[in-house]
């Protein structure tokens, strides 16, 4: 037996017991003629003492060798502690120690492994075994799976069946590149791996299952922007016999489930909003609605503004910033300079104060008096001591620059609480996507995605203004979740793919298995997907999907504690019936 006990257990109620424990030498602390260790193991740390009266010299001099992550077994004595640390459950208690075995040794770790760290990012990468030893990336790997264990017990309880789907499958499009694994049997033919099962729950629906979900990988090849991961888990499911309303509140039901069980919060029916709605509000099709500052568009008093920047602009559009009249110049200077960077790429900022006084100073008083000012003021609801903030410009990128300045600001004011949990349902998406760099319109959900009841006809003629019944849910200006009720019959499917640009042969071949199945008896059904490592690290009250990951990539998708992606050797290739020309 290695252990009687673990390293987060005994307390002072075990005082006088013998006990045994095993784990990782943490730290010691050395006086000499005593000697202590923290133990620990994935339960706590428990505190060893060694000194030459009460054990014996030998013993002593074994513990002034051990070193950082030593891997030892002790038996001993439950003792009190002189002095009581009561910042841990074990703090009352200490070990004295009868007989050490040490079970491995360690090199000395590239950092310490303690809950406040000297190893930077890449090098907990390269060791991440040995940052999973510490607390933080610990506690996020527990929270996850008490995360999971909700999710698979409310949706089993709800009557959903789990069910595996394949990896080695045929190209699914999500809008992202396909992984490629050569087939060496099939001889220059190639599998996708799924960028989501989409197609197979769909086909499970023609089978019968009814309800299904899956905690699956996806794989999806695309420039990683920050925080995405190469492989990423999904809470997949799908139904059938359903209508949106279903799917809302099938999943809104879950949804609340995992706020109440793993965050102890209970929230009311999860609001909603129309994606036009989300645009012309936020900007944003996945809203922060912890905080208000809606957009406010601007119209001229009459005709025109007399200030060319606005009378040019698709959109002039402003928000209110409560409270931030006071800003000095030196603050002004620095936000226009923060919506001028590249990133954001505004050309400048305007902004009105609404000073404590009543007055109205801008950064525009050559072109507007303070009456135009006022109205301005009254337009965005604007009192004394708020500060407002207008850009102007093509409708979609000004809505994006003051949709990223706004969720800033609110950042800067502590408005972004991680302890408070905003839902929102955001409904009717556009069906198509208009994609510049092909000239094309695109499913902006996917191609299995139904168009709204007699939208169908309008896609000859206005295909960009066609909706979809297709939804995500957001959480605290984040996607968790996103699906559609699906096209389930051939024709239909057979004419979206036409409407988005394949030739009946192309359709036939990437998509005859689908349109296949919807012949023999496909029922109406729909579904969504939840990222579940985003979902974990805002339950968690953080943002970084890769801290909630175990062996998680780099933004190379890279694995650098592995080393992958390799080279493989020319056996292998040949194998497969593959060159490399570089
Ligand atoms: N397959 C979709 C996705 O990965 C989700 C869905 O439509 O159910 O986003």
Not at 148 to 170: A, H, M
Not at 450 to 472: C, I, R
Not at 487 to 506: E, S, V
Request: with cysteine; net charge negative; charged share 25%.
């Amino acid at each position: 037996m290695y252990r009687s006990h673990n390293c987060g257990e005994l307390n002072a109620s075990h005082i006088n017991k013998e006990v045994t424990l095993a784990g990782w030498v943490q730290k010691s602390r050395d006086k000499g003629f005593i000697v202590w260790v923290d133990l620990r193991d994935r339960y706590g740390l428990t505190q060893l003492v060694f000194d030459e009266e009460r054990t014996s010299k030998s013993m002593l001099e074994q513990a002034q060798n051990l070193g950082r992550e030593f891997v030892v077994q002790v038996k001993g004595t439950v003792i009190e502690r002189a002095s009581k640390n009561p910042n841990i459950p074990t703090g009352d208690i200490e070990l004295l120690v009868s007989e050490l075995i040490i079970l491995n040794e360690a090199l000395l770790p590239p950092f310490t492994i303690e809950d406040k760290t000297d190893g930077g990012e890449e090098l907990r990468m390269k060791y991440r075994y040995l940052d999973i030893r510490r607390n933080p990336l610990k506690n996020n790997l527990i929270f996850r799976h008490k995360v999971v264990q909700e999710v698979r017990n409310y949706l089993s309880k709800e009557g959903f069946i789990e069910v595996e789907t394949p990896y080695l499958i045929k190209s699914t499009p999500e809008g992202a590149r396909d992984f490629v694994v050569p087939s060496r049997m099939n001889a220059g033919q190639f599998y996708a791996l799924p960028q989501s099962p989409q197609t197979f729950k769909q086909l499970l629906m023609v089978g019968g299952m009814d309800k299904y979900f899956q905690i699956v990988k996806c794989f999806r090849d695309e420039d990683l922007r920050a925080d995405r991961q190469p492989e990423f888990t999904q809470i997949d499911c799908e139904m059938a016999f359903i209508e949106q309303e279903d799917i809302l509140n099938a999943f809104e039901g879950l949804t609340r489930h995992l706020l109440k069980e793993v965050n102890g919060v209970e929230v009311e029916k999860f609001p909603r909003m129309l994606y036009d709605e989300a645009m012309r509000l936020y900007g944003n099709d996945k809203p922060d609605i912890r905080f208000g500052m809606e957009f406010c568009p601007l119209a001229p008093k009459e005709e025109n503004f007399g200030f060319p920047v606005f009378d040019g602009a698709e959109l002039v559009v402003g928000i209110n910033v409560e409270g931030c009249a006071d800003y000095t110049r030196k603050q002004m200077d620095e936000l226009v300079d923060w919506v001028k960077r590249p990133q954001i790429g505004a050309t400048g900022l305007i902004w009105i104060k609404y000073n404590e006084d009543g007055t109205l100073t801008s950064s525009v008083n050559k072109f507007f008096d303070e009456d135009y000012l006022r109205y301005f003021a009254t337009e965005m609801k604007a009192k004394a001591g708020d500060l407002m903030l207008v850009l102007a410009g093509n409708t979609h990128k000004v809505r994006t620059q003051l949709s990223s300045l706004r969720m800033e600001l609110a950042t800067r004011l502590g408005l972004r609480n991680p302890k408070e949990f905003a839902p929102l349902w955001v409904l009717d998406f556009p069906l198509l996507e208009w994609d510049e760099d092909t000239k094309r319109y695109h499913a902006m959900h996917h191609p299995f995605t139904s168009p709204k009841p007699g939208q169908m006809e309008l896609l000859k003629t206005d295909p960009g203004t066609v909706k979809a019944n297709a939804y995500d849910l957001v959480l605290n200006g984040n996607e968790i979740g996103g699906g559609s009720i699906r096209i389930h019959d051939k024709a239909t499917q057979a004419l979206m793919f036409d409407y988005l640009g394949f030739t009946p042969q192309q359709a036939k071949a990437q998509f005859g298995f689908l349109m296949d199945a919807f012949q023999y008896g496909a029922p109406p059904h729909g579904g969504l997907a939840f990222g579940l490592d985003r979902l974990v690290a805002i339950l968690g009250g953080q943002e970084t999907i890769r801290d909630f990951i175990a062996f998680p990539k780099n933004n190379a998708g890279r694995d650098v504690m592995i080393d992958a992606p390799a080279t493989i050797d020319t056996a292998q290739l040949n194998e497969l019936h593959l060159k490399i020309e570089l």
